[in-house]
């Protein structure tokens, strides 16, 4: 897969400080990019990191407190400044569209393109956007406002031919995609060529799943189970457990255990909270449970 990455334009949670910006990502699969969230200054982030948005038509927002959306307004501006022309669609709780859209007519009038909200069930899982190689659904999470995850997963893919074996049993070139997703080849004597004989398996599918914000909960274990990159929320350190109950927010060490519990392949922890100046007690604290765990920083790539 060709740009397969997540950039990092804010790991601080709800108050900014002078290394974190509010939260927001963006995910570039398959030549499109994704936007998770849109904290405050988010295209300023997008600026400095360098972040394209000519392929960027699809923001999911988890929720709506301010920190995770209120740079919606600012881009969608920018975005009708520079004459773009395809349409965004903004995926969120239903509640989003009464109150951005007043905002979009009042300071984004004779946008070039159309803003279209879809709004989804917080309380369930949904389906949010489906292509040929790409789902991405949402999930619940518990938190004081309704709040979703996300996982984006890519479909299974083909199977990868053997030419040798396609010249040997003469294959006909209408015949390969059929090969390519499991068929076996009929010879015309009638002989059966298993698909084994003729395929390699396919390349691994990528997933990606984001958790923010939310408490400690493991029923989201099965929608996430096996993903190849997990973000989830580390607000506080768990010494400070009393804080993140109050909070509805996840310690460090909390994240780490979902981690493990759902056999991930790797954990990045994020949405700190201002009060640490030094993040590295909680990588530590993340480790000690899960060692293939990593900090965001604001500006930081992860390769899937």
């Not at 900014?16 to 994704?34: C, E, I, W």
């Not at 069930?121 to 789902?135: A, G």
């Not at 989830?232 to 979902?258: C, G, N, P, V």
């Amino acid at each position: 897969m060709t740009d397969t990455r997540l950039q990092i334009l804010g790991s601080g949670s709800a108050m900014p400080t002078k290394t974190r910006n509010q939260v927001s990502q963006v995910l570039s699969l398959h030549n499109k990019s994704f936007m998770i969230d849109c904290g405050e200054a988010t295209q300023v982030q997008m600026v400095r990191c360098s972040v394209s948005i000519s392929r960027l038509n699809h923001i999911f927002v988890s929720h709506l407190h301010g920190d995770h959306c209120f740079g919606l307004v600012g881009l969608i501006s920018t975005l009708g400044m520079k004459s773009r022309t395809a349409d965004l669609y903004i995926h969120s709780h239903p509640a989003l569209e009464p109150l951005l859209r007043p905002l979009l007519n009042f300071f984004c009038r004779d946008l070039s393109f159309r803003v279209f909200f879809e709004p989804y069930s917080q309380s369930s899982s949904e389906i949010l956007y489906e292509d040929r190689s790409l789902i991405v659904s949402s999930f619940p999470l518990k938190h004081s406002l309704p709040s979703s995850g996300f996982l984006f997963k890519e479909k299974e893919k083909e199977r990868h031919v053997l030419p040798e074996k396609l010249k040997f049993y003469r294959v006909p070139v209408k015949e390969i995609a059929a090969i390519k997703n499991g068929a076996d080849f009929i010879t015309d004597e009638g002989i059966v060529v298993p698909n084994a004989h003729l395929t390699t398996p396919p390349s691994p599918s990528i997933s990606y799943a984001y958790c923010s914000d939310t408490v400690y909960d493991e029923k989201i274990i099965p929608y996430i189970e096996g993903v190849t990159l997990l973000y989830h929320e580390a607000t506080f350190l768990h010494e400070h457990l009393s804080k993140a109950k109050a909070t509805m927010h996840t310690t460090a060490l909390q994240a780490a255990t979902i981690a493990a519990k759902a056999n991930v392949n790797r954990l990045l922890i994020g949405h700190f909270s201002a009060r640490y100046i030094d993040t590295s007690p909680l990588l530590k604290e993340a480790q000690s449970v899960f060692p293939n765990t990593s900090l965001v920083e604001d500006g930081a790539i992860f390769d899937l």
